[in-house]
Nanobody, 123 residues
Framework: QVQLVESGGGLVQAGGSLRLSCAAS????????MGWFRQAPGKEREFVAG????????YYADSVKGRFTISRVDAKNANYLEMNNLKPEDTAVYYC????????????????WGQGTQVTVSS
């Protein structure tokens, strides 16, 4: 398990960009696959993006494919979600999460979570 803290959220206009950061504490960050989820008011938490332990493999929800990019820098114990061409429907609390497995889109596969950072996209 690792402890995760998200940052970088805020209010942006549609079409704008944000970069979310996830800072990890602990000594085992490099052993985990990482992911981003989001949850809008009244909706279930949904998968956004995932990245392998090595950083060599990534996968995305169809709704963000081509607009969002997930990356990691192990030397900084951090991973990032670069969000471009933001849309009002992207508005949600975004969560960083860690998993022992790669490729899952289910929150049940992720055992460590950050507290979330709010992203609001206005039209």
């Amino acid at each position: 398990q690792v402890q995760l803290v998200e940052s970088g959220g805020g209010l942006v206009q549609a079409g704008g960009s944000l970069r979310l950061s996830c800072a990890a504490s602990g000594r085992t960050f490099t052993m985990y696959n990482m992911g981003w989820f989001r949850q809008a008011p009244g909706k279930e938490r949904e998968f956004v993006a995932g990245i392998s332990v090595s950083g060599g493999l990534t996968y995305y929800a169809d709704s963000v494919k081509g607009r969002f990019t997930i990356s990691r820098v192990d030397a900084k114990n951090a991973n990032y979600l670069e969000m471009n061409n933001l849309k009002p429907e992207d508005t949600a609390v975004y969560y960083c999460a860690a998993s022992a497995t790669f490729g899952s889109r289910s929150p049940l596969s992720f055992n460590s979570w950050g507290q979330g950072t709010q992203v609001t996209v206005s039209s």
